[in-house]
């Protein structure tokens, strides 16, 4: 069993940068492979990044490329999410999950945490 709790959320200016942090519980962490989602106001959760359990294996949607960086410290259970020049379109709760195999589908995750509301203004 893994729980997962995101923080690091806010209301930010067009340009602007935040970090999420998404903390979990449990000794087995660093099996885990990790990711982060979206949800925006009346569209399906969307993939943003994910990150193997050795962090050797790293993947973007196309939308964050080149903007967000996905990073891991297994030694204090955290996965991060380093999001720079950010848009509005970017305005969505964000979701950080756990599961055994690195992918870009949100089906594949087994834990979920409850999600940070992120708000970039223009």
């Known amino acids: 069993q893994v729980q997962l709790v995101e923080s690091g959320g806010g209301l930010v200016q067009a340009g602007d940068s935040l970090r999420l942090s998404c903390a979990a519980s449990g000794r087995t962490f660093s099996s885990y492979a990790m990711g982060w989602f979206r949800q925006a106001p009346g569209k399906e959760r969307e993939f943003v990044a994910a990150?193997?359990?050795?962090?050797?294996?790293?993947y973007y949607a196309d939308s964050v490329k080149g903007r967000f960086t996905i990073s891991r410290d297994n030694a204090k259970n955290t996965v991060y999410l380093q999001m720079n020049s950010l848009k509005p379109e970017d305005t969505a709760v964000y979701y950080c999950a756990a599961s055994t195999v690195v992918a870009v589908t949100g089906f594949t995750y087994d834990y979920w945490g409850q999600g940070t509301q992120v708000t970039v203004s223009s």
């Open positions: 990150i193997s359990w050795s962090g050797n294996n790293i």
